[in-house]
Every structure is written in C-alpha cells, then in structure tokens.
C-alpha cells in the first residue's frame, strides 16, 4: 500500500496533522463521527465553523483541531446516497480530492479519513471504497509530497471491505512503490 494504509479505530483519536469530518451542509455538528470530532474538539470547533456558514456537498473546509490530538479538521460534506444514479459517485470522489487539495494547500502531509456517507447518509460501503481509494490513490500519485493517507475504519467489518476493495483495483501494484 505504500502512503495509503487502512486502519481499525477511533478517528478522534488520531495523531495524523489533519483528520477529515463527514459533516453536513451546515457544519454546524450532527451525529456519527461529525458529532464524535466535535465533542472531543470541544466547543472552539463549532464557534470556527459557524464562521465559514456552511460546505456545499462534495466541497471542503479547513479548520483548527483545538482540543483533538490533530492540528486540523477538513469538514467535507459527503453525498446522501440515493440509488447511485444521481451523481453520488462523482460527489463522493469530489470530497476526498477537495480534502486532499485543501490539506496540500496547507503543506500538510499526513491525512486520516473516516468512510465518508456510508453512515446516515446511506453509501454502499464496497461501492465507497472503490471510490474513495482511486481517488486517494489518483491524488497520491500526483502529489509525492503527501506523506501519508489512512482511512481510518471504525469497525473491523468496514476494514475487511476497503482492504478487499483494495486488493480487487491494486492487487497488480504491489511490488510498485506509490
Ligand atoms: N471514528 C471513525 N469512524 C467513525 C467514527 C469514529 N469515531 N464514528 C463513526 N464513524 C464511521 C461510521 O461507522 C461510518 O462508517 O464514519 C462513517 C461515516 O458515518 P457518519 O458519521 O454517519 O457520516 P455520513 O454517512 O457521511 O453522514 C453524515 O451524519 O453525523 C451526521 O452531521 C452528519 O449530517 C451528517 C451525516
């Protein structure tokens, strides 16, 4: 896997430069891993957001980590997966490139993702996971100076999938260093 890995655990609890939230439209916190970063950021994080009024689906935006171990959150607003006919592909892709971009853009060089939209917002998670990993896999090529991508699972089951995933579109590139 060379700069991607994929890991087991609690994305609050990264030591990576930046972690990346599943948020909504309103960045203002909800349930799942938005509202798992935002309690253990504390309430610093939601006064910085209410500032930026709100991400369009498939954008990003950068903020300070205030209490969590990461400097920075990267808020990215995941599509809502209807019946995989309406763009979500293409939306969901849009939101770890624009988080990649906007970490880059800060000279940050490691990453950690959570399984953007396969919460509440519904994603299959083996159809994310092939479009999140050749998104990542697509930025990593064409950024050397990114150090380290991780998509942080919460459970083993996720994990099994992006790994499988993993195998299924990379298994050939083994022995190539990315
Ligand atoms: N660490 C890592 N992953 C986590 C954590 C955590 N602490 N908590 C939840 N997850 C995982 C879920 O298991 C799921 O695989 O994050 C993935 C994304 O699920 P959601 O958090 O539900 O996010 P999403 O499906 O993108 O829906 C976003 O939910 O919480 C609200 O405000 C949020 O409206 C937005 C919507």
């Known amino acids: 896997m060379g700069r991607f890995e994929i890991v087991v655990g609690d994305i609050t609890a990264s030591d990576a430069e930046a972690i990346v939230n599943a948020a909504n439209e309103s960045l203002l916190g909800g349930g799942g891993v938005d509202g798992a970063i935002h309690r253990a950021a504390g309430p610093e994080l939601l006064e910085e957001c209410r500032k930026l009024r709100g991400c369009p689906t498939g ?35 849009s939101c770890y490139r624009a988080s990649l971009e906007t970490a880059e853009a800060r000279g940050i060089r490691e990453v950690d993702f959570p399984s ?11 159809q994310a996971a092939a479009v999140a990993e050749k998104a990542i896999m697509e930025f990593l090529r064409a950024h050397p100076a990114m ?7 919460h459970d083993e089951a996720a994990a099994r999938v992006y790994r499988q995933t993993y195998n299924q579109l990379y298994a050939g590139e083994k022995e190539q260093r990315l």
């Not at 990003?60 to 006919?85: E, F, M, N, Q, S």
């Not at 150090?147 to 699972?153: A, L, S, T």
């Open 147 to 153: 150090r380290r991508v991780r998509m942080v699972c």
């Open 59 to 93: 954008q990003a935006r950068l903020t300070g980590g205030y209490r969590l171990r990461a400097k920075y959150v990267i808020h990215t607003v995941g599509p809502v997966y209807r019946d995989g006919a309406h763009g979500e592909a293409a939306a969901l892709a």
């Open 116 to 126: 953007i939209s396969t919460g509440v917002f519904h994603y299959p998670v083996a």
